[in-house]
Structure formats: structure tokens, C-alpha cells
């Protein structure tokens, strides 16, 4: 008789190293060298001794988190969250925010001179420091053992949910929200079928979308709506896959003079001054005419090709996601912008056989996720524009992307970092490329 059995798994013990800080990267991560390998280490500053638990070792590079600082940098500031230590948000609130800046616009500019040494830096484009964030999404948990629903946002390290009552990132009107929200769902009668909720403050003022697994029931869904109409908010609610509005309008904000509805799905820009502000250098840097024609790729509502649509001839937007195309659509039928199309393709495909290929495009924009746009850079050479402006929100995959246009006829000439989420690791820019004689 064969006896099977699964043995047990053995808890690894904590591993601890200890190293001085030499640098900080723009995630504002700390840099140091223990051996030849290079290790980043959360929390912790230039000049620093800590001690640190490792998190994940490679064979080139290591990551960790500090447990002890035994020597702390004079600048190192007290969080202002009192959920920080524990939350997944943000990570950067012990670094004053000239550091976080300077540390951000270094790293970019480093490694775009080495492929241009006459590249302009133009200065950075910030806005406020707290308060800037206009959408939030929410994740919800049952708690089993203690019998009570859980709304907040992911613990580092982990699929834990850390309750949220407040956070400083956020602009007033959703923080004015969120208690409330925790008040209303700890009444709810099916709390093991929330999904997640999402907040938007735009200018018709705040939406909420409650993603349900099941149909609602009738004494959740009358708590919802009393909800709703006594906070004044724009209810949205997905029951399985189907979305509806339950109470008010879709959410719109203004660029300009110009209305842009969006759904919830939909992507937008958390930080609406910086939008603004990025709009404006994008149309500024493009140096548009009245008879250029300009291509928008990956052009989502419409959030860039409406406002330059205003001072060419004509504007094409592109976008991968149909719904968002028909919004897009929509947009400009609204703002009567009669001189711009938009279409959806699949970018990662060949341009060839696209019905907008063949238009006379001088000027182009391109605002690609994370993963950059290096499937479609070949093809939107061969447009030969004489000018592209690159929106990009991961350094990687701009640095990796600027080479290859570089190889295809273009230099990068102008970037600028837009500090679009301060206090955390992200960071987006904004670099103009001009088509080599």
C-alpha cells in the first residue's frame, strides 16, 4: 500500500542585511551596494545605515525593507497618513517633496542624455503636493472573523485591506465621502457579494460605482438610492457584468470651454490641474497651425485631440478600446469639433490597412500605458511627421521607445517630468521628438 502526503511547508526565517544608503531612485526607493549587488530598499534616504528585511534577491539586484534606520538622514520628515506605514498608496510621504522631485527628474534626464546630449530639460510641471487626487478606487472584504465588512485599500505586501476613513491624497470631496460610504455598506444585508467601489469628484460633481457579484436586494438597493440622493452623488451600479445609472448623470469634467463625458470604466487623469497644465505644454510643444493635420494615438475620450483640434485643420484620434471611441465620438459631436475623426484599431497591428492612414499627418501625440508603444513606432514613422510629442507615465518603457524612434529618424529634444502623483513612485513626462533632416 502506497501512502501519499504533502509535507509541510517550511516558514523561511526573516533575512536581514544591513547597508549605508548612496542614492535615491525615482520610485524613491533608497540605492545601495552590498557586495556588487544592488539593493532597493523602501524607506529609507541618502546617507542612511539601516537595517533592512529582504523582500525578493535576484542574482543582480535585491529588494528589501527597512526594519531599523541605526543612522537617519537631517531631511527625513514624519509621514503625514496615519495609515502610511501600513498602506500600499503611496511611498513616499518621509521624503520632503524637493527630494522626491529632484530624485524623479534626475533619473529621467540621466538616462535620456545618454541618447541625446543636447536634449533640453524644461522645468518640471507640479501642482499641490496633497488634495490632487479626483478618482479612487476602493476594495471591500468581508471579514469572516470578526463579522464586519472591510472598505480601504491594499495593504503593501499584501491582498490585507487597510480601512480607510481618510486619506491626504485625495481632494476634498471624496474625503468628505469616504466614512459615509463605510456607514452605509456595514448596513448592507449581502456583504459577501461587494465587489469594489470607485469615486470620481469631476465637475457635475462626485460619482460612485458599486460593482456587485449578485442582483441586489430590494432593502440594499432602497439604502443605496436614499443614499445617493441625500449626498447628492451620481450612482452607478454593476450587478454581475451589466452597469446602469441608478441615480443622477455620467460624470464630466471641462478642458477649456469643453465638455468631456466619460463612463466609469473609462481611463482618465486622477490629477486635473496637471492635465490641464500637460495639455497646454503638449499643444505648446507641437507648435500647431491652422493647416496642420495631427494624429492622436491612443487618444482614449479625447482628453488631448479635442483641445488641439482647436487650432489645426483637422485631428485624428485612435484608440484600442471601442467603447471609449464612441465616447470619444460623442464628445465631439458635442463640442461641434467638426474637423476631427476618431477610430478604433488595434495599435500592436500594422497601420496599413487603416482607413485613416493616408491623411496628410504632419504632428503627432501619443499617450501610451505603462508598456509604452513599441509595436507601433515602425508604422507611425513611416508617417513621416515632422513633429511627435510622447506622453508617458513609466520611464522604462519612454527610455526604451525614445531609442527606437531615435534609430527611425527622430531625436528627442525637449522632456519635461509632470509630477502627476506626488508622494508616490510614479512618474510621468512629457518629451518632444523631431524628425531628423
Same mark, same amino acid.
Given at each position: 500500500?502506497?501512502?501519499?502526503?504533502?509535507?509541510?511547508?517550511?516558514?523561511?526565517?526573516?533575512?536581514?542585511?544591513?547597508?549605508?544608503?548612496?542614492?535615491?531612485?525615482?520610485?524613491?526607493?533608497?540605492?545601495?551596494?552590498?557586495?556588487?549587488?544592488?539593493?532597493?530598499?523602501?524607506?529609507?534616504?541618502?546617507?542612511?545605515?539601516?537595517?533592512?528585511?529582504?523582500?525578493?534577491?535576484?542574482?543582480?539586484?535585491?529588494?528589501?525593507?527597512?526594519?531599523?534606520?541605526?543612522?537617519?538622514?537631517?531631511?527625513?520628515?514624519?509621514?503625514?497618513?496615519?495609515?502610511?506605514?501600513?498602506?500600499?498608496?503611496?511611498? !513616499? /510621504?518621509? +521624503?520632503?517633496?524637493?527630494?522626491?522631485?529632484?530624485?524623479?527628474?534626475? %533619473? =529621467?534626464?540621466?538616462? @535620456?542624455? $545618454? &541618447?541625446?546630449?543636447?536634449?533640453?530639460?524644461?522645468?518640471?510641471?507640479?501642482?499641490?503636493?496633497?488634495?490632487?487626487?479626483?478618482?479612487?478606487?476602493?476594495?471591500?472584504?468581508?471579514?469572516?472573523?470578526?463579522?464586519?465588512?472591510?472598505?480601504?485599500?491594499?495593504?503593501?505586501? !499584501? /491582498?490585507? +485591506?487597510?480601512?480607510?476613513?481618510?486619506?491626504?491624497?485625495?481632494?476634498? %470631496? =471624496?474625503?468628505?465621502? @469616504?466614512? $459615509? &460610504?463605510?456607514?452605509?455598506?456595514?448596513?448592507?444585508?449581502?456583504?459577501?457579494?461587494?465587489?469594489?467601489?470607485?469615486?470620481?469628484?469631476?465637475?457635475?460633481?462626485?460619482?460612485?460605482?458599486?460593482?456587485?457579484?449578485?442582483?441586489?436586494?430590494?432593502?440594499?438597493?432602497?439604502?443605496?438610492?436614499?443614499?445617493?440622493?441625500?449626498?447628492?452623488?451620481?450612482?452607478?451600479?454593476?450587478?454581475?457584468?451589466?452597469?446602469?445609472?441608478?441615480?443622477?448623470?455620467?460624470?464630466?469634467?471641462?478642458?477649456?470651454?469643453?465638455?468631456?463625458?466619460?463612463?466609469?470604466?473609462?481611463?482618465?487623469?486622477?490629477?486635473?490641474?496637471?492635465?490641464?497644465?500637460?495639455?497646454?505644454?503638449?499643444?505648446?510643444?507641437?507648435?500647431?497651425?491652422?493647416?496642420?493635420?495631427?494624429?492622436?494615438?491612443?487618444?482614449?475620450?479625447?482628453?488631448?485631440?479635442?483641445?488641439?483640434?482647436?487650432?489645426?485643420?483637422?485631428?485624428?484620434?485612435?484608440?484600442?478600446?471601442?467603447?471609449?471611441?464612441?465616447?470619444?465620438?460623442?464628445?465631439?459631436?458635442?463640442?461641434?469639433?467638426?474637423?476631427?475623426?476618431?477610430?478604433?484599431?488595434?495599435?500592436?497591428?500594422?497601420?496599413?490597412?487603416?482607413?485613416?492612414?493616408?491623411?496628410?499627418?504632419?504632428?503627432?501625440?501619443?499617450?501610451?500605458?505603462?508598456?509604452?508603444?513599441?509595436?507601433?513606432?515602425?508604422?507611425?514613422?513611416?508617417?513621416?511627421?515632422?513633429?511627435?510629442?510622447?506622453?508617458?507615465?513609466?520611464?522604462?518603457?519612454?527610455?526604451?521607445?525614445?531609442?527606437?524612434?531615435?534609430?527611425?529618424?527622430?531625436?528627442?529634444?525637449?522632456?519635461?517630468?509632470?509630477?502627476?502623483?506626488?508622494?508616490?513612485?510614479?512618474?510621468?513626462?512629457?518629451?518632444?521628438?523631431?524628425?531628423?533632416?
Amino acid at each position: 500500500m502506497v501512502l501519499h502526503y504533502t509535507p509541510k511547508k517550511v516558514q523561511k526565517s526573516p533575512h536581514f542585511l544591513t547597508a549605508q544608503i548612496t542614492d535615491l531612485d525615482y520610485q524613491g526607493l533608497g540605492v545601495a551596494k552590498i557586495g556588487g549587488k544592488t539593493w532597493f530598499i523602501e524607506n529609507a534616504l541618502p546617507q542612511e545605515i539601516v537595517q533592512f528585511r529582504v523582500l525578493e534577491e535576484k542574482r543582480q539586484y535585491g529588494r528589501g525593507v527597512v526594519q531599523h534606520i541605526l543612522q537617519g538622514h537631517a531631511k527625513r520628515q514624519e509621514p503625514k497618513c496615519a495609515y502610511y506605514a501600513q498602506c500600499g498608496g503611496c511611498q !513616499s /510621504q518621509h +521624503i520632503p517633496i524637493d527630494m522626491q522631485r529632484t530624485a524623479k527628474q534626475q %533619473a =529621467l534626464w540621466y538616462r @535620456l542624455r $545618454k &541618447l541625446q546630449d543636447d536634449i533640453i530639460l524644461a522645468p518640471m510641471i507640479t501642482g499641490e503636493q496633497w488634495a490632487y487626487r479626483r478618482r479612487v478606487r476602493l476594495a471591500m472584504r468581508f471579514d469572516e472573523a470578526r463579522k464586519i465588512l472591510v472598505i480601504g485599500f491594499r495593504q503593501k505586501h !499584501s /491582498q490585507q +485591506i487597510v480601512p480607510i476613513r481618510h486619506c491626504d491624497v485625495l481632494v476634498p %470631496a =471624496l474625503n468628505k465621502i @469616504l466614512p $459615509k &460610504l463605510t456607514a452605509l455598506f456595514s448596513q448592507w444585508s449581502q456583504p459577501r457579494q461587494l465587489g469594489h467601489l470607485e469615486l470620481v469628484a469631476v465637475d457635475n460633481g462626485v460619482t460612485l460605482l458599486v460593482r456587485h457579484i449578485e442582483k441586489i436586494a430590494e432593502k440594499d438597493r432602497d439604502l443605496l438610492l436614499n443614499f445617493a440622493k441625500s449626498e447628492h452623488i451620481n450612482l452607478f451600479v454593476q450587478e454581475k457584468e451589466n452597469v446602469q445609472c441608478w441615480q443622477g448623470a455620467e460624470p464630466f469634467y471641462y478642458i477649456a470651454t469643453q465638455k468631456l463625458t466619460f463612463d466609469m470604466g473609462d481611463f482618465i487623469q486622477v490629477n486635473a490641474e496637471l492635465n490641464h497644465a500637460m495639455i497646454q505644454t503638449a499643444l505648446a510643444w507641437l507648435e500647431l497651425t491652422p493647416q496642420d493635420h495631427v494624429l492622436d494615438l491612443f487618444c482614449g475620450i479625447g482628453n488631448f485631440t479635442l483641445p488641439l483640434s482647436l487650432q489645426v485643420k483637422s485631428a485624428v484620434g485612435v484608440e484600442g478600446v471601442a467603447e471609449m471611441v464612441e465616447k470619444a465620438r460623442q464628445n465631439a459631436q458635442r463640442n461641434r469639433c467638426d474637423n476631427v475623426e476618431f477610430y478604433q484599431a488595434d495599435l500592436a497591428k500594422s497601420f496599413a490597412d487603416q482607413a485613416w492612414v493616408d491623411k496628410p499627418f504632419n504632428k503627432i501625440l501619443l499617450d501610451p500605458p505603462r508598456a509604452g508603444a513599441d509595436f507601433a513606432l515602425n508604422a507611425l514613422s513611416d508617417l513621416s511627421a515632422e513633429k511627435i510629442v510622447y506622453v508617458s507615465c513609466n520611464p522604462a518603457t519612454l527610455v526604451r521607445d525614445a531609442e527606437i524612434l531615435q534609430q527611425l529618424g527622430y531625436d528627442p529634444r525637449k522632456v519635461a517630468m509632470i509630477d502627476m502623483f506626488p508622494n508616490t513612485g510614479h512618474l510621468e513626462s512629457i518629451t518632444l521628438f523631431e524628425k531628423r533632416n
